[in-house]
T-cell receptor, first 115, second 111 residues
Framework: EAGVVQSPRYKIIEKKQPVAFWCNPISGHNTLYWYRQNLGQGPELLIRYENEEAVDDSQLPKDRFSAERLKGVDSTLKIQPAELGDSAVYLC?????????????FGEGSRLTVL | SQQGEEDPQALSIQEGENATMNCSYKTSINNLQWYRQNSGRGLVHLILIRSNEREKHSGRLRVTLDTSKKSSSLLITASRAADTASYFCATAETSGSRLTFGEGTQLTVNP
């Protein structure tokens, strides 16, 4: 069974540039998460989807971050414009469970460096 | 904000020894989960313990949960160099809002 796939693995951009990350969850997993992980810290939730609906986006900085999940499968997280403080690893995870409390399956992450 | 706090922040042991990591949290939970993260990789789910459970085992892993003290521990027995990783606890609050991760314990197992 294929795991959660993320791309790109690494991205280096200059501040004020846009960047997008893509995630393909495990087949059949209805819940999809985007987390941000700063160096030496635990992941922090940005947004959670149940099917195609964003049910928890309270921690997504909406002035510069946007996300979508087309047809309830793949998802894209966009930052425009990027700031220095956005340097982090962006993790996508999926879960078979609906609701926020199930076992999560994570991708390898997309490491963003903003110069 | 992070609900769980792991202790210690870093732990270094020799192969064959046992490793114990602790997690404390603040609010009532439905379940508590432990994850492992190897350097530069994603997190891998290890074990989930529900609020009405006190102990759970999976291979060399033993997790305990004390809801009266709002704490959990992860014990790795007979550790191996391959166990070197960061270990995170994650709490699912009864309010049902989200799964919240702690800041992790960095475990180093020396061969």
């Amino acid at each position: 069974e294929a795991g959660v796939v993320q791309s790109p693995r690494y991205k280096i951009i200059e501040k004020k540039q846009p960047v997008a990350f893509w995630c393909n969850p495990i087949s059949g997993h209805n819940t999809l998460y985007w987390y941000r992980q700063n160096l030496g810290q635990g992941p922090e939730l940005l947004i959670r989807y149940e099917n195609e609906e964003a049910v928890d986006d309270s921690q997504l900085p909406k002035d510069r971050f946007s996300a979508e999940r087309l047809k309830g499968v793949d998802s894209t997280l966009k930052i425009q414009p990027a700031e220095l403080g956005d340097s982090a690893v962006y993790l996508c995870a999926s879960s078979l469970w609906l609701g926020p409390t199930g076992e999560l399956f994570f991708g390898e992450g997309s490491r963003l460096t903003v110069l | 904000s992070q609900q769980g706090e792991e202790d210690p922040q870093a732990l270094s042991i020799q192969e064959g020894e046992n490793a114990t990591m602790n997690c404390s949290y603040k609010t009532s939970i439905n379940n508590l989960q432990w994850y492992r993260q190897n350097s530069g990789r994603g997190l891998v789910h290890l074990i989930l313990i529900r609020s009405n459970e006190r102990e759970k085992h999976s291979g060399r892993l033993r997790v305990t949960l004390d809801t009266s003290k709002k704490s959990s521990s992860l014990l790795i027995t007979a550790s191996r160099a391959a166990d070197t990783a960061s270990y995170f606890c994650a709490t699912a609050e009864t309010s049902g809002s989200r799964l919240t991760f702690g800041e992790g314990t960095q475990l180093t197992v020396n061969p």
